[in-house]
């Protein structure tokens, strides 16, 4: 157990390493560094005094190692814009990201697996079709235009919920709904279709035969072993968030790592994109590792070596 | 039909009326548009949908609304087709590779892949779009560099499957040529995947290419974009929701139509594939 947690952190590291070599080079061979890293109007002195205090007349690979040995100690450099340590700035807003995408995560489960589980155990119902039917439009419609509307209603007309920005519950509520939307539909048509093959394994008939109710037919052995590869959706999805939160985030004013992302990208503010890249591979990473180990203790099969 | 397989085809069906819909308007926009999509009436600005000549109204700039959202769908579906297309040649064929010859390069190949989907789908396109710059042909760039990975595993899969094969073993001992055997036997078996991948992709790009739009990369205005008609209509949401309303629900409709053509591809072609 104990190696398997250590080559899977060195395989995050090495993946993290790699993202971070791709955006600095695409950053670097994509044009003149310092245009990109300056505004549009800038005087040819001043980017010739830019380009020598930042380093970039030396050759590419010498670069690529200073960034890097920076990077090691959590050093992306100071961001153009906020005249701050970049990688502070992203820290700094990876509490707002995590409350909405955790708000976001625990409202998929709530709603896509009930619904899931009614829909495969009452299958060709209406309540089946009601379900579905929700499901195949979440997924259809896009997520920023659903936020949208959301306030076009709620706020503009109705007034009832605050158009954006970060404050009490309410604020909460339109932003939660526009990043589940998505992440539920997918979960809920998975958790049906998980729950239909278990329901037709050998055990369940047996279960039913032993004279089991239904309800602990239903609550211990379908959905447990249903489970599996509802995880692995989630596993994977939870890591889409992240992306999803980057739209979200933006449409409502969100205080999050996403929106500061896609303001550092208007303002090619790249300290701040690659220190971005950086926690988000690390938190992508880890939370498919967290999602490996979930399924251990779910499914003893999938256990790599025993704990010895 | 019964009502097992009316629930099967029904939907497919329903899709392909939606996205034929959407193909008509893309390719009849100049003849079904009353009038030109980027032409400006400053006078006749912000009009409300039912105004005589403009039956969706008109936008900030006085320009049809219904004319912009027809040829949003022309972009729209370029786009999707464009990066559908790019992306199942190259990562199909990287694929193919990959799970036929295996070797070094092949497992090169899926280390980058795991990389690359070691980081959200729509921020990595988002990144690379901001770097290699906008417009059309960028945004077309940034989603296949971001999607192509997709088909490689898949097919990559698929391939190894199909190498074990007895036909292709017994192919292989009559001493077919690599590449014979390549296109004659284990492409024609992987092409219902990568069939059912790139449809169910299409949706995923168009829908991808709207929010970038609408961040503010990819497609600029005046090019009438869905994502950057969105984008503007934010400015007028309080006074003008229909700037809002139809090209997002045109989006929806396309995303629609293509999700239920690539579930019931998957349904009758492919039932084990999980993308």
Known sequence: MRGYLLSRLGQTALVVFLALTAVFFLVRLSGDPVLLFLPMDIQAKDLNEFRQRLGFNDPLLVQYGRFMAGAVRGDFGESLRYKRDALGLVLERMPATFALGGVALGLTFCLAVPIGVVSAVKRGSIWDYLGMGGAVLGQAIPGFWLGLMLIYLFSVRLGWLPTGGTGGPAYFVMPCVVLASFYAARI??????????????EYILAARAKGLTELVVLGKHTLKNSAIPIVTLAGLETGQLLGGAVITETIFAWPGVGRLTVQALLNRDFPVVLAAVFMVSVTYTLLNLAVDLLYAWLDPRTRRESPA | MTGRQLRRHGLGVVGLLLTSLTVVAALAAPWLSPHNPIASDFAAGLEPPGTPGHPLGT????????????????????????????????????????????????????????????????????????????GLRNIIVSLSAAGWVVYARVVRGEALSVKQREYVQAAAAL???????????????????????????????????????????????????????????????????????????????????INLVGDWLRDVLDPKLRV
Not at chain 1, 191 to 199: A, H, P
Not at chain 2, 194 to 218: K, N, P, W
Not at chain 2, 234 to 254: I, N, Q
């Open chain 1, 188 to 201: 809920t048509r998975l958790t049906r279709s998980s729950v239909l093959e278990t329901l037709n394994e």
């Open chain 2, 175 to 257: 001493g077919m040529g690599r590449a014979r055997m390549l296109f004659g036997h284990v492409l024609p078996n992987v092409a219902p995947s990568i069939i059912v991948v790139a449809s169910l992709q299409f949706s995923q790009f168009i829908v991808a290419e709207a929010a970038i739009s609408f961040l503010g990369f990819g497609v600029q205005p005046p090019t009438p974009a869905w994502g950057s008609m969105l984008s503007e209509s934010r400015d007028f949401l309080y006074v003008a929701w229909w700037l809002a309303a139809f090209p997002g629900a045109a989006l929806a409709l396309t995303a629609l139509g």
């Open chain 2, 59 to 134: 936008d900030q700039l006085g320009r049809d609304l219904l004319a912009r959202v027809l040829y949003g769908a022309r972009i729209a579906l370029f786009i999707g087709f464009c990066t559908v297309l790019l992306t199942a040649l190259v990562g199909g064929l990287l694929g193919l590779l990959a799970g036929f010859y295996g070797g070094w390069s092949g497992t090169v190949l899926m280390r980058i892949a795991d990389v690359q989907l070691s980081f959200p789908f729509i921020l990595l396109a988002l990144t690379i779009n901001a770097i290699v710059g906008l």
